[in-house]
């Protein structure tokens, strides 16, 4: 029985000029081609393979900068791995390289081995890819031009070893730009973003922004995190003493302290509320606060997260009740954005 003549695509590297014959060597570029193709596939199937080893994948977005994004998402990642599970993070921001910094790995440069390459280590166990670590000087900033910012992404994608994961966190640059795109076209299977907003209407309206992005990217929205949300101080003064705090916009507080003398009275510094609205307004959940805390601006300075350093404190266990409202929503997929995909 005779078999027919192979068929090739047009666009086939391979050129057939005598058919049903042996095909002729590849030339140099053809075999260029091919093994750019052969580089292609090998990723294409990293990548399914990523679906498969890790669990969950979230986004961490924000409209605006400055909202302390970096450090959700870093605090979402060790308020998980201090649960006992296995975490990575990947952080994709060229302009800031402020999640190595957070994660006591300043200074890293990019392990390769293999053609694959390996995550660092930082507190609590957490897998780190960060853009950062391409960088030769931290301090000069870096302008890459839009293709090769991305191809980076797509190679922090299929290219990482990270080994099996329980969840994937991605801390992206400011805004609604190329970057979030990039991921949500190459990754598969992301289980949806997280939304960080400050409690201020103008961050309010720019992360209002991210949630229509989410939608017009086809990723569910899991739901508003409020970060800086009131500022607690605290204090002593003799068993049962009423004291008056006063508060930005005129309000009084008043407080007791408690049978050990402690008092303790949380101010809103910016306006309240303003994570719930949004995510009320869009139907998506909301997520919980976490504290203004300038523990977190001491924390990004000497490499050392509060939630490494005071693992009981009131951040750590706001931290923990918003990674609990993640897991609920990711793990019984019931996240939806509950909003029409435009
Ligand atoms: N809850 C918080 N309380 C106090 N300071 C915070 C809080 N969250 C973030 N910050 C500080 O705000 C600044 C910006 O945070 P960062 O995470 O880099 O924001 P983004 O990634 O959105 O640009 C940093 O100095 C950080 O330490
Ligand atoms: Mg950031």
């Known amino acids: 029985m005779s078999h027919p003549p192979m068929q090739l695509m ?50 961490v977005l924000s409209g605006k900068g400055g909202v302390g994004k970096s450090t959700v998402a870093t605090g979402l990642a060790l308020s998980l791995a201090q649960k006992g599970l296995k975490v990575g993070l990947l952080d994709i921001d060229i302009t800031g390289p402020n999640v190595p910094k957070m994660m006591g790995l300043d ?35 870096v302008v ?28 992206f640059p400011p805004g609604t730009s190329d970057e979030p795109l990039t991921v949500a076209q190459n990754l598969p299977d992301i289980d949806g973003m997280v939304i960080v907003t400050t409690p201020q209407d103008v961050a309010l309206l ?8 989410a939608n017009s990217l ?55 509320g303003g994570g719930e609205r949004t995510a009320n307004d869009f139907g998506v959940p909301f997520l919980g606060k976490l504290p203004f805390d300038p523990g977190f601006v001491r924390g990004g300075d000497d490499g050392v997260h509060r939630i490494v350093s005071e693992p009981e404190g009131e951040s750590s266990v706001a931290f923990a009740k918003v990674v609990t409202e993640i897991q609920d929503i990711v793990e019984s997929g019931s996240n939806g954005p509950g909003l029409e995909i435009i």
Not at 114 to 122: K, L, N, S, T, V
């Open 218 to 272: 086809k990723v569910d929205v899991i739901g508003v995190v409020e970060n800086m949300s009131g500022y607690t101080i605290r204090g002593k003064a003799p068993a049962g003493t009423a004291i008056e705090l006063a508060a930005p916009g005129g309000k009084t507080i008043k407080v007791t302290t408690d049978d050990n003398g402690d008092w303790a009275g949380t101010l809103d510094i910016f306006k309240a």
């Open 144 to 171: 890459w031009r839009g293709p090769i910012k991305l191809g980076a992404i797509q190679q922090f994608i299929g290219d990482v070893e990270w080994g099996g994961l329980d969840y994937l966190i991605i801390d």
């Open 10 to 59: 047009a666009d086939s590297p391979v050129k057939v000029n005598n058919p049903g014959g042996a095909p002729e060597p590849a030339s140099p570029e053809d075999q260029k081609k091919m093994e750019a193709a052969y580089a292609q596939m090998k990723r294409k199937m990293a990548i399914s393979e990523m679906g498969k080893t890790i669990k969950h994948k979230i986004m």
């Open 107 to 141: 200074g890293r440069r990019l392990n390769v081995e293999g053609g694959r390459i390996h995550p660092a280590e930082g507190h609590l166990g957490v897998k780190v890819i960060s853009m950062a670590f391409l960088l030769e000087d931290e301090d000069s900033p």
């Open 206 to 213: 720019d992360s209002r922004k991210s949630i229509t992005f």
